[in-house]
């Protein structure tokens, strides 16, 4: 791991701790930890029916104020949902965010709401609030992922019950932290879920982790995976480095994304004055967030669709063997980026 990349991973950190020492998680302030590497209890009927234990808020965001909560769904009370509007005959996004050292959602939240919306305009897009939890040091919220993604499978298991929804529908969307929460909930839920979207799944404490601590191809029948920063050693890049779905994509290799230099981040920092204070955290997770971006941006551009390139290893496509361009070697990636440099890892 080179010397910028120890200085930028350990700024994070240290910006982490910083910002959870206001916190205000009583769960935190009691001590309580849990174990990242322990198996979650098994999803028995009692236990999923179990609502009074969860912390998490589920948050029906709406096309017109994307960047509010202005209506909570609450699992065991089923008038929350008529009360939110919730669309029992579309489809169902579910978005979790990841770890925060400000505790309160990141400015991309609003933008992928808005996003999904313009995609699917009669959807729901349900935004997952573990500010909480997410507002500690990090290993603390890298545990809590257990917990979030355990009132995830309830909240999401009671909803499909309570509307008949079919599974089909339901759609998990998690960034960082949040794509192991989504993991965790899909492999609880009575049901397979239809679709999980990883976008750059956390890396430190999940690199060598087991299927059951994070998110895996098992978790959902079609689990799609974009990591863009997987520089460094294993288990100290900000972003996993392993492939963990039916198919793994890494634009531009995946280690780092252009613009992301700091230089550039430095200065764009600058240029915003005493309010680029507040953003000093993309100085680190300029290429972690480029995910949702890119994301993002193959929502809005569906009349530009990209190609991916089909290929064994890292090493193969850096060496130039599978950037033919017959047709058998390429394929067409669903909702995903505009991108001149894509190196996919097909399991």
Same mark, same amino acid.
């Given at each position: 791991?080179?010397?910028?990349?120890?200085?930028?991973?350990?700024?994070?950190?240290?910006?982490?701790?910083?910002?959870?020492?206001?916190?205000?998680?009583?769960?935190?302030?009691?001590? /309580?930890?849990?174990?990242?590497?322990?198996?979650?209890?098994?999803?028995?009927?009692?236990?999923?029916?179990?609502?009074?234990?969860?912390?998490?808020?589920?948050?029906?965001? @709406?096309?017109?104020?994307?960047?509010?909560?202005?209506?909570?769904?609450?699992?065991?009370?089923?008038?929350?949902? +008529? %009360?939110?509007?919730?669309?029992?005959?579309?489809?169902?996004?579910? /978005?979790?965010?990841?770890?925060?050292?400000?505790?309160?959602?990141?400015?991309?939240?609003?933008?992928?709401?808005?996003?999904?919306? %313009?995609?699917?305009?009669?959807?729901?897009?349900?935004?997952?609030?573990?500010?909480?939890?997410?507002?500690?040091?990090?290993?603390?919220?890298?545990?809590?992922?257990?917990? /979030?993604?355990?009132?995830?499978?309830?909240?999401?298991?009671?909803?499909?019950?309570?509307?008949? =929804?079919?599974?089909?529908?339901?759609?998990?969307?998690?960034? @960082?932290? &949040?794509?192991?929460?989504?993991?965790?909930?899909?492999?609880?839920?009575?049901? +397979?879920?239809?679709?999980?979207?990883? =976008?750059?799944?956390?890396?430190?404490?999940?690199?060598?982790?087991?299927?059951? @601590?994070?998110?895996?191809?098992?978790?959902?029948?079609?689990?799609?995976?974009?990591?863009?920063?997987?520089? &460094?050693?294993?288990?100290?890049?900000?972003?996993?480095?392993?492939?963990?779905?039916?198919?793994?994509?890494?634009?531009?290799?995946?280690?780092?994304?252009?613009?992301?230099?700091?230089?550039?981040?430095?200065?764009?920092?600058?240029?915003?004055?005493?309010?680029?204070?507040?953003?000093?955290?993309?100085?680190? +997770?300029?290429?972690?967030?480029?995910?949702?971006? =890119?994301?993002?941006?193959?929502?809005?551009?569906?009349?530009?669709? @990209?190609?991916?390139?089909?290929?064994?290893?890292?090493?193969?496509?850096? +060496?130039?063997?599978?950037?033919?361009?017959?047709?058998?070697?390429?394929?067409?990636?669903?909702?995903?980026?505009?991108?001149?440099?894509?190196?996919?890892?097909?399991?």
């Amino acid at each position: 791991m080179g010397n910028e990349n120890i200085c930028i991973f350990s700024l994070w950190i240290i910006l982490g701790n910083i910002f959870a020492t206001f916190s205000s998680d009583p769960e935190a302030a009691a001590g /309580v930890f849990v174990n990242a590497t322990a198996t979650p209890p098994p999803a028995t009927t009692e236990w999923i029916t179990d609502y009074t234990d969860i912390v998490s808020k589920f948050s029906l965001r @709406s096309s017109d104020i994307p960047d509010d909560d202005m209506c909570y769904i609450v699992a065991g009370s089923p008038e929350t949902i +008529k %009360e939110c509007e919730f669309n029992s005959e579309t489809q169902t996004f579910v /978005v979790i965010h990841g770890w925060t050292v400000t505790g309160m959602f990141e400015s991309w939240v609003p933008k992928l709401v808005t996003a999904l919306y %313009e995609r699917e305009p009669s959807a729901n897009v349900i935004v997952v609030d573990w500010l909480t939890r997410a507002n500690q040091h990090y290993p603390t919220s890298a545990a809590y992922t257990k917990l /979030v993604g355990r009132d995830v499978a309830k909240f999401v298991t009671w909803l499909q019950k309570e509307l008949q =929804l079919p599974w089909e529908r339901i759609h998990l969307l998690g960034y @960082s932290l &949040g794509a192991h929460v989504a993991g965790i909930a899909g492999d609880l839920t009575d049901h +397979k879920i239809s679709r999980i979207t990883g =976008l750059d799944p956390a890396g430190p404490t999940f690199e060598h982790a087991d299927d059951q @601590s994070t998110l895996s191809r098992g978790d959902a029948q079609f689990v799609d995976v974009l990591h863009t920063n997987t520089r &460094g050693s294993p288990d100290r890049s900000i972003g996993i480095q392993r492939p963990v779905g039916h198919i793994d994509i890494y634009p531009n290799g995946g280690t780092f994304q252009p613009g992301c230099d700091i230089q550039n981040t430095l200065l764009g920092i600058a240029l915003e004055g005493i309010k680029g204070l507040q953003n000093m955290d993309q100085l680190v +997770k300029c290429s972690h967030e480029r995910s949702i971006h =890119l994301f993002i941006d193959s929502l809005l551009n569906t009349q530009q669709q @990209s190609m991916a390139y089909r290929c064994n290893s890292k090493e193969a496509f850096n +060496k130039g063997l599978c950037l033919s361009c017959r047709k058998n070697q390429t394929t067409s990636i669903l909702i995903f980026q505009r991108c001149t440099c894509i190196f996919t890892v097909l399991k």
